[in-house]
């Protein structure tokens, strides 16, 4: 990873306080993606991980899950596909309803996104509780797709999303906190 570190891309991270809501510390990972040498050197670290593995779909949850999956599709020659909140895609969807450490909210992917043989990445920019990645899955159970890995840029351990998610899968987090 060029010679920017990871304690680097960490600090490039901005904490707020009481965000979404009272109580809540809030990782803003807008202002790393905002400095083209952490954006390169985020984009690098998840492309030599995954350089070997033979994915064919990078699916990235909504919306910060675009900036970095996008990315990583096109470097690793895959197609991307996102998962996005209801009404915001417009063909025939799935959908699934989860509990959020905030709330509750539902996430929907096309029907024709991914086919059996694909092996595909879950990415999102940050791992709290696990909730919506956990709702991701559920989607992509639907596809009965060849594998999953999952991938985040950052994992808030203390709050054990990672524990929410099944064991079987590949789970890489560059980042945690």
Known sequence: MNQITKEDIAKSIRDIPDFPKKGILFKDLTTAFKKPEILTAISDDL???YASS??????G????GFIAGSI??????????????????????YAF????????D??????????KNDIVLLHDDLLATGGTASAALELLKIFEVSNVMINFIV???????????????????????
Do not use: Q
């Open 155 to 177: 994992e808030l351990s203390f709050l054990k999303g990672r524990d929410s998610l099944s064991d079987e899968y590949d789970i890489y987090s560059m980042i945690t906190f």
């Open 97 to 104: 309803e989860y509990d959020l450490e905030y709330g509750s």
């Open 47 to 49: 492309y030599e991980y």
């Open 72 to 93: 990583l599709a096109s470097r690793l020659g895959a197609g991307f596909v996102p998962i996005r909140k209801p009404g915001k895609l417009p063909g025939d969807t």
């Open 61 to 64: 949850i909504e919306s910060r």
């Open 106 to 115: 539902t996430i929907e992917i096309h029907k024709d996104a991914l086919e």
């Open 54 to 59: 033979g994915i064919t779909k990078v699916v």
